[in-house]
């Protein structure tokens, strides 16, 4: 009976080509909707990702988000390195400022502030000049979108100079750094430098990055932090917490505090609603235009069992084939977009994504059959001839 149920569902093949990529039409609406979220909500956390040294992060208490900074004395740096069970601690600056090129424009740029001595918290991966460089008199690093930005159709070219707070900063290199939630320029420059590039304050020091001695336990150390610092008092205390957590600190603010979720919440379920729709309908429509046939089999003689199982085969090869094209296009589109529109770099189809859209389609189809299963089931063979 499974070659009589593979023949059915391609005897038509303009009609098993329509079921197939109705389908896998649904399955790109769920994946490709679902992806963009979760990468642009990501991207909330990418300035703490890209430090990849950095096990443990210490802060001010109240700090929200890693955009809306309340500096911490310099002195905290000592006290955070006087704790039992941290290796090694530094300064890291995170704030705006305001770049002037040499034509008289300005732009907006994200400026990251890294340990002097180390350079702990500069950018991995350098498509032009040395990181070493950041060392030199007023070297900054600037990620290869942000130089696009501010010089469109130029070759990146080392030696370029801007100007901020009305100080000269040199490009000393090009780096590659994970897209930042805005659509700001990065630019890195040593800690000490950085402060100078901005308006000055009293305190200006905004995170704390630190790591855990040998035999010690992130965890454990982010809690002899917490305590030793708030012995001083409890509001002029600090907090201590894993990299992992203060990511998640900060996607939760922009979840909760912004209309992110609600505008691409409606999108997915919009996509999810017309994707549900079309995968099931089309496989649906699918059996009843069959209805006559699997009536004729009946009368031969065929039982229920056997048709149930020729469905099933049916829905699998339908659900399988279109899940891959789906997936497939997906995964097509964020390459493609990646290459042509750099705003989109950075958002990919995740295997989390794919496979809950895999559980979502096969319950759509399962539940499509079993919908179209009961007019096979309870249908009278003898009508077939009428």
């Excluded at 305190?203 to 030793?228: H, K, M, T």
């Excluded at 995968?279 to 006559?292: C, D, M, P, R, S």
Aim: proline share 4%; hydrophobic share 45%.
């Amino acid at each position: 009976m499974n070659w009589v149920a593979w023949k059915m569902l391609n005897g038509d093949p303009v009609k098993y080509l329509g079921t197939v990529f109705g389908v896998g039409f649904g399955v790109l609406l769920i994946a490709q909707q679902c992806s963009i979220f979760v990468g642009i909500i990501l991207r909330t956390a990418n300035p703490i990702a890209d430090v990849r040294e950095a096990q443990i992060w210490v802060m001010d208490p109240y700090l929200q988000n890693a955009d809306e900074i309340k500096p911490l004395s310099d002195s905290d740096l000592y006290r955070i390195r006087g704790v039992e069970g941290v290796d090694w601690a530094v300064k890291i600056y995170k704030g705006l400022a305001r770049a002037k090129i040499e034509t008289g424009n300005f732009r907006q740029v994200i400026l990251m502030g890294v340990d002097d001595q180390s350079l702990i918290g500069a950018p991995v991966k350098m498509i032009e000049g040395d990181i070493r460089d950041l060392k030199r008199p007023d070297a900054i690093v600037m990620d290869q979108y942000g130089y696009k930005y501010l010089w469109p159709n130029e070759p990146f070219k080392v030696g370029r100079e801007v100007e901020m707070n009305d100080r000269r900063a040199v490009i000393v290199g090009i780096c590659d750094v994970s897209a930042p939630f805005q659509s700001f320029p990065v630019v890195f420059t040593r800690y000490s430098q950085a402060v100078q590039f901005v308006a000055s304050e009293r305190q200006q020091l905004s995170f704390v990055v630190a790591a855990p001695r040998q035999g010690y336990q992130v965890d454990e150390v982010c809690r002899l932090i917490n305590e030793q610092t708030r012995s001083i008092g409890e509001k002029s205390g600090l907090i201590a917490m894993p990299y992992r957590e203060f990511v998640w600190i900060n996607i939760k603010y922009y979840l909760e505090n912004t209309g992110i979720p609600v505008n691409f919440g409606i999108t997915i379920t919009l996509g999810f609603i017309v994707g549900t729709a079309i995968a099931g309908q089309t496989f649906y429509l699918f059996t009843i235009e069959n209805l006559k046939q699997f009536g004729a089999l009946k009368a031969m003689g065929v039982t229920n069992w056997g048709i149930v199982g020729m469905i099933g085969l049916q829905a699998s090869v339908v659900g399988v084939i279109g899940l891959s094209i789906g997936l497939g296009l997906t995964a097509l589109f964020f390459v493609a977009t990646t290459r042509l529109l750099p705003d989109l770099r950075g958002l990919h189809l995740m295997w989390e994504i794919a496979g809950g859209t895999c559980l979502a389609v096969t319950l759509i189809i399962c539940l499509a059959s079993a919908l179209s299963l009961r007019k096979v089931l309870t249908l009278e063979p003898a009508v077939v001839f009428r």
